[in-house]
């Protein structure tokens, strides 16, 4: 069976500091993948995607940017940390075949820049 | 860009009351997904459906696409505490929209002894 870890679950970062968050997908190839932001309580903004290793595309200009080097690892990273990069990370995969694109999500990062 | 409004934003309840959350957009989607999320979770999906009209049941959760693919609606049947928590519809774009889904503004529910 297919599974999605997602890790640091909970982080806390001063401003200007880099950032990483990592996401790795077992038991499937050549996934898509995804990492979205979270306010709370609220809808999910797409921030990047990736349909292969080193493919990715932005949704959002911003302070983020993503990194795919091996096929179901992805990566958000940023060289300096924005107080408005606070939120809920979510990191989620998929597989297109015939019918809808069905996203499996991971358990999330929060992420508190003080 | 496709956008998708759920009204309404919050909804405080009873437990065995009835309810509907409605999901609208002016773009048509190939598919229209519903999920739920708990707090400090990710979403978890519920429904797919995918044909103008269609109705899906799942238990006490009724699910139905409209006619032109621009909308979505959920009905709960006498509703529990375990239906607690944040429903997102998103729906997948004809063309141009690539692989990606558009996340609906997301309706907290709460049910209440």
């Known amino acids: 069976s297919q599974t999605i870890h997602q890790w640091p679950a909970t982080l806390v970062q001063p401003v200007g500091s880099p950032l990483s968050l990592e996401c790795t997908v077992e038991?499937?190839?050549?996934?898509?993948l995804y990492w979205y932001r979270q306010a709370a309580g609220r809808g999910l903004q797409l921030l990047f995607y990736?349909?292969?290793?080193?493919?990715i595309s932005s949704e959002v200009p911003q302070n983020l940017s993503a990194s795919r080097p091996q096929d179901r690892q992805f990566i958000l990273s940023s060289k300096k940390l924005l107080l408005s990069d606070s939120g809920f990370y979510l990191c989620a995969w998929s597989v297109l075949g015939t019918g809808a694109n069905v996203l499996t999500f991971g358990a999330g990062s929060r992420l508190t820049v003080l | 860009t496709q956008l998708l409004e759920q009204s309404p934003q919050f909804l405080s309840i009873q437990e065995g009351e009835n309810l509907t959350v409605y999901c609208n957009s002016s773009?048509?989607?190939?598919?229209l997904q519903w999920y739920r999320q708990e707090p400090g979770e990710g979403p978890v999906l519920l429904v797919t459906?995918?044909?103008?009209?269609e109705v899906k049941k799942l238990k006490r959760l009724t699910f139905q696409f409209g006619d032109a693919r621009k909308d979505s609606s959920l009905h709960i049947t006498a509703a529990q505490p375990g239906d607690t928590g944040l429903y997102l519809c998103a729906g997948e774009g004809l063309t141009g929209g690539g692989n990606k889904l558009t996340f609906g503004t997301g309706t907290q529910l709460k049910v209440e002894l």
């Open positions: 038991g499937t190839s050549n996934p898509n």
């Open positions: 459906v995918v044909t103008g009209g």
């Open positions: 773009s048509v989607f190939s598919s």
């Open positions: 990736s349909v292969g290793i080193g493919q």
